[in-house]
C-alpha cells in the first residue's frame, strides 16, 4: 500500500495545502485539434497512434481485471455493433470522429467503439466523489466543480489533454484516453462536467455514456446540454456533476428519467456512487451491490468539510484540493489508495480534476492529489 503525505483525517489545514506544494508534477500531453469532425478525428488518430493502439489492445483486458462476468472480444465488439446505428442517428459527428481516427491510427472502428462502450460490456462497481461549488460560495467569485477519478492506473500513461474546436458547436477541453468522444472537462459555454458512476438500471438499446458527455460539453446553453441528454435513449444510469453559468447542476441519468439536483442554499453540491434525488433512491436498496465503496460517507463527509469551510468564509480552489486529498476512511476515503478488496483493490485515484469554466481552466493531479501537485491546463 502506498504511504501518504498528509493525515487520514484531515481536513482544511494549512499542513494539508502546504503538502501539495512540495510533491513532484507530471503533465499530461496536450493537443488541440480543429475542423470538421473527421478531420479532428485524423488529428487525434496520427498524434496519438501509439496510445490509441495500445489502449485499444489493453481495454478488454483491464475491464476484465475488474469485472466477475468476463467478456471476449467478440462479445464487446458485438455491443460495440449494436450501438453504431443509434450513435450515428442521434450523434452522427462525434462517430465521424471515431471513424478519422480510426483511419489515422490504424484501430478498427469497432475497437475504438468497444472504448467508448466500455462500461456497457457488464455491470461494474466504480467510484468517484465530486464537488460543485457556486460563484457566491468560491473565493475567487466563479463558480469550479471537480473530482477524484477512482479507477485503473493503467489508464494514467495512455491519457491525454484534447481541446476539440468544433464547426458551431462549443469548443471543450477533455482530460481522457485519446479514443473517446469525450470526458471530464469544460466548454467555452461555461459548462464544467465531472462524473461519478452510479447505481440503476441499463438499457443495451441505448446510447453510451461518453457521447452524453460529448453532447453536454458542446452545447451552447445549459438548457441545450439538458435537453440533448433528455432527447436519446441512454442506456446507463450514470452521474453529470456540472458547474454552469447558472450555478451548480447535477443530473442523475437513467434509462427511463434524467432527474435534476441543484445546490443547496450555501451554493454547494457533493455527489459520489449513490442516488440522492428523491424519484431515484430505490436504486440504493435495488442495486446496492453497484454502490462504490463508502458512497454515503465520501458524501457526508465532502458536505461536511465544505461546511465548515464555509462557516468560515469561502471556498477556494486550495480548500478544493485539500477536501480532494483527504483520507477520512483511509483507504477507501474520497482520496482513494490501494487495499485488499479483491475486486478493487488495485484501484485509486488516477486524478484529481478541478475546472473552473469562467477562468478558461482547470487543474489536474497526475496520481493521488496527496502525492502530487496540480497541473494547470488552459483552453487550446
Given at each position: ?16 495545502l ?45 475491464f ?50 468497444v ?10 462497481s466504480?467510484?468517484?466523489?465530486s ?30 489533454v ?30 464544467g ?38 432527447s ?11 458547474i ?29 456512487n ?63 489508495h490501494p487495499?485488499?478488496d479483491?475486486n ?9 480534476i ?5 477562468e ?21
Amino acid at each position: 500500500m502506498s504511504s501518504v503525505s498528509v493525515a487520514r483525517n484531515s481536513g482544511f489545514t494549512k499542513g494539508n495545502l502546504d503538502n501539495m506544494t512540495s510533491a513532484n508534477s507530471a503533465r499530461f500531453p496536450e493537443l488541440t485539434v480543429s475542423g470538421s469532425p473527421i478531420d479532428m478525428g485524423h488529428q487525434i488518430g496520427e498524434h496519438f497512434r501509439g496510445q490509441i493502439v495500445e489502449l485499444s489492445e489493453l481495454v478488454l483486458e483491464r475491464f476484465n481485471k475488474g469485472s466477475q462476468t468476463k467478456i471476449s472480444w467478440n462479445q464487446a465488439e458485438n455491443v460495440a455493433r449494436r450501438s453504431f446505428g443509434r450513435v450515428d442517428e442521434y450523434f452522427p459527428d462525434p462517430l465521424d470522429e471515431l471513424r478519422g481516427t480510426a483511419e489515422a491510427s490504424g484501430v478498427p472502428v469497432e475497437r475504438l467503439m468497444v472504448l467508448n462502450a466500455r462500461n456497457m460490456l457488464a455491470d461494474t462497481s466504480e467510484g468517484c466523489t465530486s464537488i460543485m461549488v457556486s460563484d457566491e460560495a468560491a473565493e475567487s467569485g466563479k463558480g469550479f466543480a471537480g473530482q477524484n477519478w477512482d479507477n485503473d492506473p493503467a489508464m494514467a500513461p495512455l491519457s491525454a489533454v484534447i481541446t476539440r474546436k468544433g464547426l458551431g458547436k462549443a469548443s471543450f477541453t477533455s482530460w481522457l484516453q485519446p479514443g473517446l468522444v469525450a470526458y471530464m472537462g469544460f466548454s467555452s459555454s461555461g459548462i464544467g462536467i465531472c462524473m461519478n458512476a452510479l447505481n440503476g438500471p441499463s438499457n443495451s438499446s441505448g446510447l453510451p455514456w461518453y457521447f452524453f458527455v460529448r453532447a453536454i460539453l458542446e452545447a451552447q446553453t445549459t438548457d441545450d446540454a439538458v435537453a440533448a441528454v433528455k432527447s436519446a435513449p441512454r442506456a446507463l444510469t450514470a452521474n453529470a456533476a456540472m458547474i454552469t453559468t447558472e450555478g451548480p447542476l447535477n443530473l442523475e441519468i437513467a434509462p427511463g428519467s434524467v432527474e435534476s439536483i441543484e445546490a443547496d442554499s450555501d451554493g454547494v453540491l457533493v455527489h459520489t456512487n449513490h442516488c440522492v434525488h428523491p424519484e431515484m433512491t430505490a436504486n440504493n436498496e435495488q442495486y446496492s451491490e453497484r454502490i462504490y465503496g463508502q458512497s454515503f460517507e465520501r458524501r457526508d463527509r465532502g458536505r461536511g468539510l465544505l461546511s465548515a469551510q464555509l462557516s468560515n468564509g469561502k471556498v477556494s480552489i486550495d480548500h478544493a484540493k485539500a477536501l480532494l486529498s483527504d483520507h477520512d476512511g483511509f483507504p477507501t476515503s474520497i482520496c482513494r489508495h490501494p487495499n485488499d478488496d479483491v475486486n478493487t483493490g488495485w484501484q485509486r485515484s488516477v486524478i484529481s480534476i478541478i475546472l473552473e469554466p469562467g477562468e478558461n481552466r482547470m487543474h489536474v493531479s497526475n496520481g493521488n492529489p496527496c502525492e502530487n501537485t496540480y497541473e494547470i491546463y488552459n483552453a487550446g
